[in-house]
Nanobody, 118 residues
Framework: QVQLVESGGGLVQAGGSLNLSCAAS?????MSWYRQAPGKERELVAT????????TYVDSVKGRFTISKDDAKNTVYLQMKSLKREDTGVYYC??????????????WGQGTQVTVSS
């Protein structure tokens, strides 16, 4: 089992910044941030591969968001800059293990609300 606790959400004006944190009981192979806006499906925002630190982003946040990790603290961060109203949603931390024998472990945090006002 992996426990994930997000923090750092809040209300911010458009153009502002927020930093989200995800404290994990342990890292898994892949750590990600997802978000879900009202009435929309959950979408993958950013991913970091723990062994090599490589990262990927959804196109809408490239150049504005940065995912990073602190191995000593088992914490993943999402630095968000130049926030837009469309970034509003509940942000979830996700941990996935490697695929083994056709299955993989998949864990979610409780989510943290990010609201961007105009």
């Amino acid at each position: 089992q992996v426990q994930l606790v997000e923090s750092g959400g809040g209300l911010v004006q458009a153009g502002g910044s927020l930093n989200l944190s995800c404290a994990a009981s342990r890292f898994t192979y892949v750590m990600s941030w997802y978000r879900q806006a009202p009435g929309k499906e959950r979408e993958l925002v950013a991913t970091i591969i723990i062994p090599d630190g490589s990262t990927t982003y959804v196109d809408s946040v490239k150049g504005r968001f940065t995912i990073s990790k602190d191995d000593a603290k088992n914490t993943v961060y999402l630095q968000m800059k130049s926030l837009k109203r469309e970034d509003t949603g509940v942000y979830y931390c996700n941990a996935k293990g490697p695929v083994l024998f056709g299955r993989r472990d998949d864990y979610w945090g409780q989510g943290t609300q990010v609201t961007v006002s105009s």
